[in-house]
């Protein structure tokens, strides 16, 4: 009997999962929209968010990570950072590795606009000398680092590094919907080496697989939830198909090919994607995204949007991602983007600086389809379509 007990306890550990629901809010571009900074913003900053993914590797302190990139952004959660814990609302980010939210040192007028993590009222925060800088393309986040309990659900996350803000320039940050960042991406693109949230999960003990799991909602205000060290196969249909990492650092893979009308029209011979929730849009090549917005009758919009007649969605065809000789349809429900205000394009162009190749992003377009699982034993993706 005490060995059945025994073995009985390991199994339910062993699927223990821990869920952090994630809220949809309004975005960054409607809140500017809504205040009439909007037109101001794209005119003084150049949108591109490559510059997240790709900036000078040899920076010790710094990583690129635009703030553009997070202007449609809608999915947030909550995590307690301190003891007593102290709430933030954060993106889960899997397309960075740092975690940071404002401070009680920052007077920005975008940190006094939200919520401000105060070491003072903390019994358990430890303070480095440690300076950390994330730039952005509209200036950056400085501030230092320190150690504290992180709660996210019900995982306390003891001596976790994370960053607090002292500057944030930029009064467009005054509408950001979001007081910080959770980077649940690679170590490797750390600023400041710092480690990320979930590898000290894993290091702690505090999960029961070294991995990690999305599911994001269509339309709805909930139901979507991101859940550390496991797999809930409710949200999903079929099987998971497993995609090997290609480059460790952000969650990169390789890609087939990308078809419409069993047309190529991009990513001849095979290019790469990133499976980022950081990004709300499907990111690509300039050149090859221009092509689609032209066959789909995208035109841009006074607030620098690609808009559409919602009228035109049941005629158009999907977007075909084939990943690791399986396809991934992308229909045009998913990739055209409807609102009060009427219908645009979920598709962004992209600008890469480097000799590379051909990048894709696919952002939270994608994933809304696709249950995604970020395997970090196995540093493999695993996509599945969404219940």
Known sequence: MKWLLLLSLVALSECVIVKVPLTKKKTLRENLIEHGLLDDFLKKYSFNPANKYFHDESATLIAAQPLENYMDMEYFGTIGIGTPPQQFTVIFDTGSSNLWVPSVYCKSPACTNHKRFNPQESSTYQATNQPVSIAYG???????????????GGISDTNQIFGLSETEPGSFLYYAPFDGILGLAYPQISASGATPVFDNMWNEGLVSQDLFSVYLSGNDQSGSVVMFGGIDSSYYTGNLNWIPVSVEGYWQISVDSITMNGQS????????AIVDTGTSLLTGPSNAIANIQSDIGASQNSYGQMGIS????????????TINGNEYPLPPSAYILQSQQGCISGLQGMNLPTASGELWILGDVFIRQYFAVFDRANNQVGLAPVA
Request: net charge negative; glycine share 14%; charged share 5%.
């Open 310 to 321: 919602c009228s035109a969605i049941n005629n158009l065809p999907d977007i075909v991602f």
């Open 138 to 152: 509209t200036g950056s986040m400085t501030g230092i680092l320190g150690y504290d309990t992180v709660q996210v």
């Open 265 to 272: 029209i991009a990513c001849n011979g095979g290019c790469q």
